[in-house]
């Protein structure tokens, strides 16, 4: 199994920027996509962005687009979310999640269907 610990969570002002980072142990990243997932109160936990763990490539939905970034430290093996330019509506709880496969394709699935593992959320307020 692999566990996953996501953190760098916290409150910031709408325009300021935070990183999360989500720290994975019993396997590395190499033959997985790992996707971040958020879930604001009241609503469905949502796709926000994935890196390939077998070629590194990328994908973000349209909501967080060139706002937000993803990035590996395959040393550390570890995920990175750069979050950039945070709105109130990107306020949710953020997860990351190891997916069945390795392609950043799968985000296209729902949650619950295309995530094999789930780490803990960290949660992220931005006031206005």
């Known amino acids: 199994d692999v566990q996953l610990q996501a953190s760098g969570g916290g409150l910031v002002q709408t325009g300021g920027s935070l990183r999360l980072s989500c720290a994975a142990s019993?396997?590395?990243?190499?033959?997985?996509?790992i996707g971040w997932f958020r879930q604001a109160p009241g609503k469905e936990r949502v796709g926000v962005g994935c890196?390939?763990?077998?070629?590194?490539?990328?994908y973000y939905a349209d909501s967080v687009e060139g706002r937000f970034s993803i990035s590996s430290d395959s040393a550390k093996n570890t995920v990175y979310l750069q979050m950039n330019n945070l709105k109130p509506e990107d306020t949710a709880v953020y997860y990351c999640a190891v997916l069945y496969g390795s392609s950043c394709l799968l985000m296209a699935g729902q949650p619950s269907v295309v995530v094999k593992y789930w780490g803990q959320g960290t949660e992220v307020t931005v006031s206005s």
């Open positions: 890196i390939s763990g077998s070629d590194g490539s990328t």
């Open positions: 019993g396997s590395t990243f190499d033959d997985y996509a």
